[in-house]
C-alpha cells in the first residue's frame, strides 16, 4: 500500500489539458475585472430567477488560477450534500490507497491441491473487492479449472476482512430492496445485486430468469403474460438463502423484462454462484456453501486482482455507486486500522485526511456513511470547495480525481445534462439527488481559459428536482461562458426562452404521433434522436412525450426514468394538452401509463405524480381519463400497496379526495374481494412503527370499503360516461402532493 503526501502542485506544467497551472498573478486588469463583474450579476439573476430563489441554497466558486472567490452564498450552512460526500470519500481513498492499488480475492486449498483435483474443501478469502462481477467469477473459475481442480466436497467462504455490519447509518432510514441499497461484504458479487428476468411464455404464462442462476435463490412467480408492463418484484432475505417473489403482467410482444433487486447476505450468494459456475464447467461440487475461516496452513491456488483503484474510482464518481463509496470506507478501516474493517474506522480515516491535509477540523461537518445516502451528513459548500481545490493541487493524484467525475454532456450522471451549453466537455462535476435535495460540485473551466472549483447544494426545495437542477446548470453554464464572446448572460438567455406551448391540437397531435411510434419501437437506438429532440424542444406537451419515449426506449436507464419524472406534469400545459390530443387521436393518454409502470414497481415520485394526475383528471371532469386512472391504480395498488397507502398519506387533501374514489373503482374491477391490497393494508392498520401511518390506514380502510361499494353500486348501475368532449379545453389546477425521490 503506498501513502501519497501533499506537496505543491505547480511543480509540474505539462501533464494534461486539467493539471493545475496556479501563479501568483499581478493585479486584475480591467477587462478581467469586467468579466468577473459580469459574471457575479449573472449568477445572482440566475439565483433570483430560477427556483433556487425559494430553496436553502448554498453555493461557493472560487477561480484556481488566482484563488479569488468569485461568488458565494450561505458558503458556511451545512446542508444535506447527497452523493456529494462521494467526493469525500474518493479523495480519502485515493492518497490512502494509492491509483495503483488493487483488491485482491484468494482462492485456497488445505493442505494442497492433490494429483487427483479432488479436494475437501474450497476457501475463498475476500479483501473487499467491489468490482468482482459474473464474467469475471467465470473467468476464476477457468483458472482453477486449468490448475486442476476436478471435485470439491465444500465451498467455504471467508468475509472475516470486514466486521458483520453489513450497512452503514443512514440505509436505515429507508426500508427498500433497490439495487442502489445493496450490503457490504468482504467477499462480494455483481454490487451485491441480482438481475431478474421476466419473459412472456405461450399460454399466458411467464418466465423467471436468475442473473446469475444458483440454488442460492427461492422463486416465487405469480406473474403472467398479456398485454401490459407491469411487473413487481421483491427481494427478501430468507434464511442463507434469497427469495426472489415476482408478480404482475409481462406483454407479449416484447423480450424480457429485466430488474435489479439488492440480495441481503453476500457471502452466500458469492459461493452459490461460484458453485453453479463450477459445475457448469465440469468441476464436481458434493456439498453446500458455507461461511468460515480459512485455516492458517491453507494454499493459495488462485489470486483474483481487481483493475487498479483509478478505474474503480471512475464507477464510484461518473456513476455515482453507493456500494462502491461504502466498501471503500471499510477498506479504509482495514488497510489503515486493522482488520475487521468496519464504517466507524473507515469515517476515522477519512475525518484524519480531512484535518490533516485539507484543513477541515474534525466536528465542523458530519459524515455517517460514504455514499451520501439519505439524512445522514452535513457539508458546507466551503468545505466541499476547499476539498476540490485541494485535490486540484495535489500532484501526481489530481489526474486521477478529476478524471473519475462526470464530464457535462459527455458521460457519467451529467451525461445529459448542459446541452448547447459552453459548459459541455468544459464542466466537471459529482452530481447528488435525494428526496429535497439536489447538489453539484466539481470545476470548470472557462472559455477565456480560466479555470474555477465550485460547489453547489440544494435543500428543502418544494416540487419537483427539474426546476432545481436548471438553475443549477444555469450557475456552471454561465461560469463556463465567462470569456466567451456573448459571455455569462447566454445561461440568463437560455432560462428565459422557457417552455411554453407551440402550436395548435392538429399540430401537436402530429407530433405526439410521431414520438410515440418510436417509443413503442423500444428500440435503444433511438435514444440518441430522442434525447437530441428533447433538449431542443420547446413545448412542455411534446417534450414529457419525448421523455416518455426515452424512458420505453430503455426503461431500465435511470437517467430516462428522471426525464420522464422532470419532464411529465398535471399541469395545464402537460396533462391539459395531452388529454386534448388523447381525444383527437383515440389513444390512452400519453405518459400515463409509464408512470403508472413506475408506481407500480414502488417508485415514491410516481405515485405522487399519479396522484396528481387523479387530481387534475377530477378538475376537468374527464371521465375517459378518470378511467384509464382507475385501471393503472388498480394495478398499483396489487404491486405496490405499502407505498400506495405512505403516498396517500402525504397527499394534499384534494388529491386524496380525488383518488380514493378512482382506487375503489380499480379494486372493484379487479377483483374486490380477492385484491391483496386489503390485506396490505389492514397489515398497516394493525400497528407499526409508525403511528401516524397506523391511524391513517384504519381510516383508508374505513373509507374504501364505503367507497367500494358505492363503486359496485354503480358499476350494476350504469357505465362510465365521458363528460368532457374532445373539443373542450381542460381547465386544470396543479396539484401539490409531496414529491419523493425514484432512488
Known amino acids: 500500500m503506498q501513502v501519497f503526501r501533499t506537496r505543491p502542485f505547480w511543480a509540474a506544467t505539462a501533464i494534461a489539458l486539467w493539471l493545475p497551472s496556479v501563479t501568483l498573478a499581478a493585479s486584475p486588469s480591467a477587462e478581467k475585472k469586467a468579466e468577473r463583474e459580469a459574471l457575479k450579476n449573472a449568477l445572482v439573476q440566475v439565483m433570483q430567477r430560477t427556483a433556487l430563489k425559494s430553496s436553502r441554497v448554498g453555493v461557493h466558486m472560487q477561480s484556481l488560477d488566482d484563488g479569488t472567490v468569485v461568488f458565494s452564498h450561505n458558503a458556511d450552512e451545512l446542508l444535506n450534500p447527497a452523493s456529494n460526500v462521494k467526493l469525500v470519500t474518493s479523495s480519502a481513498a485515493l492518497v490512502a490507497l494509492g491509483p495503483e492499488y488493487r483488491y485482491e480475492t484468494e482462492f485456497l486449498v488445505e493442505p494442497e491441491l492433490p494429483a487427483d483435483g479432488k479436494v475437501k474443501t474450497l476457501y475463498v478469502r475476500g479483501k473487499g473487492d467491489p468490482t468482482l462481477t459474473t464474467e469475471r467469477l467465470y473467468a476464476i473459475t477457468s483458472e482453477l479449472l486449468h490448475a486442476g ?21 443512514g440505509y436505515d432510514q429507508e426500508d427498500s430492496d433497490r439495487a442502489y441499497m445493496a450490503p457490504t461484504g468482504a467477499v462480494s458479487l455483481n454490487w451485491n445485486a441480482v438481475a431478474v428476468y421476466v419473459r412472456s411464455a405461450p399460454g399466458g404464462k411467464a418466465v423467471v430468469d436468475m442473473e446469475p442462476p444458483s440454488d442460492f435463490f427461492v422463486v416465487d412467480s405469480a406473474v403472467t403474460s398479456g398485454r401490459a408492463r407491469r411487473v413487481f418484484v421483491k427481494s427478501a432475505a430468507y434464511g442463507d438463502r434469497q427469495k426472489i417473489i415476482v408478480k404482475g403482467q409481462v406483454p407479449d410482444e416484447r423480450g424480457p423484462v429485466s430488474v435489479w433487486k439488492k440480495i441481503d447476505n453476500p457471502p452466500m450468494y458469492f459461493g452459490g454462484s461460484l458453485k453453479q459456475l463450477l459445475v457448469s464447467r465440469g468441476v464436481r461440487v458434493r456439498g453446500k456453501v458455507k461461511q468460515g475461516l480459512t485455516p492458517s496452513r ?6 483474483s486482482q481487481s483493475d487498479t483503484f483509478d478505474i474503480v474510482l471512475k464507477r464510484l464518481n461518473k456513476l455515482s455507486s453507493n456500494f462502491v463509496a461504502e466498501m471503500l470506507l471499510k477498506t479504509l478501516g482495514a488497510e489503515l486500522r486493522g482488520a475487521p474493517g468496519s464504517f466507524t474506522k473507515g469515517i476515522d480515516v477519512v475525518e484524519e485526511f480531512l484535518a490533516r491535509d485539507v484543513g477541515i477540523p474534525r466536528g465542523t461537518y ?9 439524512d445522514a451528513n452535513r457539508f458546507s459548500t466551503a468545505q466541499v ?10 500532484f501526481p493524484l489530481a489526474p486521477e480525481y478529476l478524471s473519475s467525475l462526470g464530464i457535462a454532456g459527455k458521460d457519467g450522471t451529467l451525461k445529459y445534462r448542459f446541452d448547447g451549453t459552453d459548459a459541455v466537455g468544459r464542466l466537471r462535476a459529482k452530481t447528488g439527488t435525494l428526496e429535497g435535495v439536489s447538489a453539484l460540485s466539481g470545476y470548470v473551466q472557462s472559455a477565456g481559459g480560466e479555470k474555477f472549483s465550485f460547489s453547489i447544494i440544494v435543500n428543502d426545495y418544494a416540487g419537483r428536482a ?10 456552471g453554464a454561465a461560469v463556463a461562458a465567462t470569456g466567451s464572446t456573448l459571455g455569462p448572460d447566454t445561461a440568463l438567455a437560455s432560462l428565459n426562452e422557457g417552455q411554453k406551448p407551440q402550436g395548435g391540437l392538429t399540430d401537436i397531435a402530429n407530433r405526439v404521433k410521431t414520438y410515440l411510434e418510436l417509443g413503442k419501437q423500444r428500440d435503444s437506438r433511438n435514444i440518441g434522436f430522442l434525447r437530441t429532440a428533447w433538449r431542443s424542444e420547446r413545448d412542455p406537451a411534446v417534450r414529457a412525450v419525448l421523455a416518455e419515449s426515452l424512458y420505453q426506449s430503455n426503461p431500465h436507464d435511470y437517467l430516462g426514468t428522471r426525464t420522464l419524472l422532470d419532464s411529465y406534469s398535471a399541469t395545464d400545459d402537460v396533462y391539459g394538452r395531452l388529454r386534448q390530443v388523447a381525444h383527437a387521436l383515440s389513444v390512452d393518454v400519453p405518459g400515463v401509463s409509464s408512470m403508472v409502470e413506475l408506481a407500480s414497481g414502488g417508485n415514491t415520485e410516481a405515485l405522487a405524480r399519479v396522484l396528481e394526475l387523479c387530481r387534475a383528471a377530477d378538475v376537468a371532469h374527464d371521465a375517459q381519463a378518470q378511467e384509464e386512472l382507475v385501471d393503472g391504480l388498480g394495478e398499483v395498488a396489487r404491486t405496490a400497496p405499502e407505498e400506495l397507502v405512505a403516498t396517500l398519506r402525504d397527499a394534499s387533501p384534494a388529491e386524496r379526495d380525488a383518488t380514493v374514489p378512482l382506487l375503489a373503482q380499480g379494486l372493484v374491477k379487479a377483483g374486490d374481494t380477492t385484491h391483496p391490497f386489503w390485506k396490505s393494508l389492514r397489515k398497516l392498520g394493525s400497528g407499526g412503527a409508525d403511528a401516524q401511518l397506523v391511524t391513517f390506514a384504519k381510516g383508508l380502510d374505513s373509507t374504501l370499503t364505503t367507497k367500494t361499494a358505492e363503486a359496485r353500486t354503480s358499476q350494476r348501475a350504469q357505465p362510465v360516461q365521458v363528460v368532457a368532449p374532445a373539443s373542450a379545453t381542460p381547465n386544470i389546477v396543479p396539484a401539490s402532493g409531496i414529491l419523493r425521490p425514484g432512488g
Do not use: C
Open 298 to 303: 491453507a494454499k493459495v491456488v488462485h489470486v
Open 149 to 169: 481442480l476436478k471435485e470439491v466436497q465444500d465451498i467455504v467462504v471467508d468475509d472475516s476482512w470486514f466486521d458483520s455490519e453489513r450497512t452503514p447509518p
Open 366 to 374: 458530519v459524515m455517517k456513511n460514504g455514499s451520501g445516502l439519505n
Open 385 to 394: 470547495d476547499r476539498l476540490l481545490r485541494h485535490m486540484y493541487e495535489r
Open 466 to 475: 427539474g426546476p432545481v437542477i436548471a438553475g443549477m446548470d444555469a450557475l
